[in-house]
């Protein structure tokens, strides 16, 4: 009887976490390739991601590893409209997104001398000082564009399977 009562509770448990539960994520895959390559000095991080995302006419793409230091950053801080600038050295620490011709979103974490970690997203005026070494991962079955959001409003990641 008690491994009854058990089962019993286990399921009643688990209908209520079911009713609240958020909606299922729909998920695509897709093989991947990459793309590596060095920046020098005085390069600007965001606009050579642009660039790349127009030249090899990435479609979906994802940032895989960065390391570098830059000596100028610019992030758009949490809940902030326009960029905050920094000047220094600056170790990159992270560097994480998505890419695509139908719009980036990339976020960028640095720290300076004394180790204190700064992170955004990254904005125009994060200039290389001495190199940052990318892989960049392209996802050829996938496509990333930006639709409004009906939540907030904001142009969000949508995925779809490419069209054959």
């Known amino acids: 009887m008690?491994?009854?009562?058990?089962f019993t509770l286990y399921l009643l448990f688990a209908t209520m976490e079911t009713a609240t539960a958020q909606p299922t994520v729909s998920a695509q895959s897709s093989p991947m390739t990459t793309l590596s390559f060095r920046l020098g000095p005085g390069q600007d991080l965001k606009a050579v991601l642009d660039e790349l995302a127009q030249k090899h006419h990435v479609a979906a793409g994802t940032l895989l590893t960065c390391v570098g230091i830059l000596t100028d950053v610019a992030l758009r801080l949490a809940n902030q409209?326009?960029?905050t600038v920094y000047q220094g050295h600056f170790?990159?620490?992270s560097l994480v997104g998505t890419l695509s011709t139908n719009g980036s979103h990339i976020h960028l974490a640095v720290s300076d001398s004394t180790g204190r970690t700064l992170g955004g997203h990254l904005m125009a005026g994060c200039?290389?000082?001495?190199?940052?070494?990318i892989v960049v991962g392209l996802l050829p079955d996938l496509v990333f564009t930006r639709e409004p959001d009906p939540t907030f409003g904001y142009k969000e990641l949508v995925v779809r399977k490419k069209k054959k």
């Open 2 to 6: 008690p491994a009854i009562l058990l």
């Open 81 to 83: 409209d326009g960029p």
């Open 91 to 93: 170790e990159i620490v």
């Open 127 to 133: 200039k290389i000082y001495t190199t940052a070494e």
